[in-house]
């Protein structure tokens, strides 16, 4: 079964401080793609960072950075300097594709609290 | 910017009622999507297109939901009757699966489904 574990309902951190979201996924696959979402109060699902799986190279945007262990199945994302605009429930995902249709499977979400 | 629309934003309705969704994928995508979002069962996937032909709609209830795609610029998807249960966010996605990031995929800003 294909299933993406967030295990932090809920997180929070000061304000320029840094903070570590978890998630893990299990799979079959040896080709796919990871993905964290943010979705702040606006609902609105905004793609933060993605990972393919062959690439060793972890992924950077800016403030956000994953750390990916792929034998371990871990995909856990990293905010520098943390903004009271981060506050959001963030999601993982992945993405596989089986005889040529995509597959997406999300975690259930972290929601993060940035305080000031 | 181009993004995806999605209407209504909201939509209030009795039991019995016929809803439909209605979505605008990013201009060129050939891959659109539609999600349901609830507290109990986080993001699921409903069904999706490409280039305009169902490829998967495994995960929706046939009985009451149909998704079409009328055209390469408007997807809806119809709940005939509604229930209660039905009452969530609807979020259609799209993605352009002849680029490079074929994986990514964009958001609406999701339709906020009430069934009383």
């Known amino acids: 079964a294909q299933t993406v574990t967030q295990s932090q309902p809920e997180m929070s951190v000061q304000e320029a401080e840094t903070v570590t979201l978890s998630c893990t996924y299990d799979?079959?696959?040896?080709?796919?793609?990871l993905f964290w979402y943010k979705q702040p109060p606006s609902r609105q699902m905004i793609l933060v960072i993605r990972q393919e799986a062959y690439k060793q190279q972890n992924a950077t945007e800016n403030r956000f950075s994953v750390n990916f262990q792929k034998a371990a199945k871990s995909f856990s994302l990293k905010i520098s300097d943390s903004q009271l605009g981060d506050t959001a429930m963030y999601f993982c995902?992945?993405?596989?594709?089986?005889?040529?249709?995509?597959?997406?499977?999300f975690g259930t979400g972290t929601r993060l609290k940035v305080l000031a | 910017d181009a993004r995806v629309t999605q209407t209504p934003r909201h939509k209030v309705t009795e039991m019995g009622q016929e809803v439909t969704m209605r979505c605008q994928p990013i201009l060129g995508h050939n891959t659109v999507f539609w999600y349901r979002q609830t507290m109990m069962q986080g993001l699921e996937l409903l069904a999706y297109f490409r280039n305009r032909a169902p490829l998967d709609d495994s995960g929706m209830p046939k009985d009451r939901f149909s998704a079409e795609m009328p055209d390469a610029t408007l997807a809806t998807l119809k709940i005939q009757p509604s229930e209660p249960r039905d009452s969530a966010v609807y979020f259609c996605?799209?993605?352009?699966?002849?680029?490079?990031?074929?994986?990514?995929?964009?958001f609406g800003p999701g339709t906020r489904l009430t069934v009383l």
């Open positions: 995902a992945f993405m596989i594709t089986t005889s040529g249709t995509y597959k997406y499977i």
């Open positions: 996605a799209s993605a352009d699966r002849t680029s490079g990031r074929f994986d990514e995929q964009f």
């Open positions: 799979t079959s696959e040896s080709n796919y793609y």
